[in-house]
């Protein structure tokens, strides 16, 4: 298998049913981040294989609500390409920093944020379903 060459960008509202695929949003509330171009896409070949939604803690502070990277594409760099042009765009857009988070009972998603250059900085106890906490990440752009 040659090289994977991921292109990354802005989602368009025909990519809707696509990037709603996990169902935490609904209909319009992803067509409105779509349209403030708050959501990206991860293609290769033309295909949608993952995709990135941002949300902005108090309406200024940028956080990553969720990536999602198909099953068959995990593991080949594919979050790091969406999180690489996210960093761009932020940085271009004068953000100095970028904020995520993952559950305290998941150590993959946490080691990836590690590995990518997220810090630490924070956890609120017992936020999710079954009391489980949610460890919050800070990357300075």
Request: aromatic share 10%; proline share 1%.
């Amino acid at each position: 298998m040659g090289d994977l060459i991921i292109q990354v960008r802005v989602a368009g509202e025909d990519e809707l049913s696509f990037v709603g695929q996990d169902g935490y949003l609904a209909t319009e509330v992803l067509r409105r981040k779509i349209a403030a171009g708050e959501v990206f896409i991860a293609e290769q070949d033309g295909v949608a294989i993952g995709y990135l939604r941002l949300e902005f803690l108090w309406s200024k502070v940028p956080y990553i609500g969720l990536i999602r990277v198909l099953d068959a594409w995990r593991r080949r760099g594919v979050g790091r390409a969406l999180l690489r042009f996210v960093e761009q765009d932020l940085r271009a857009d004068g953000y100095r920093a970028l904020y995520s988070s993952s559950q305290a009972d998941e150590t993959e998603p946490q080691a990836w944020h590690r590995q990518a250059g997220f810090q630490e900085c924070g956890i609120i106890a017992g936020i999710n379903e079954g009391g489980i906490g949610e460890i919050f990440f800070r990357k300075d752009l």
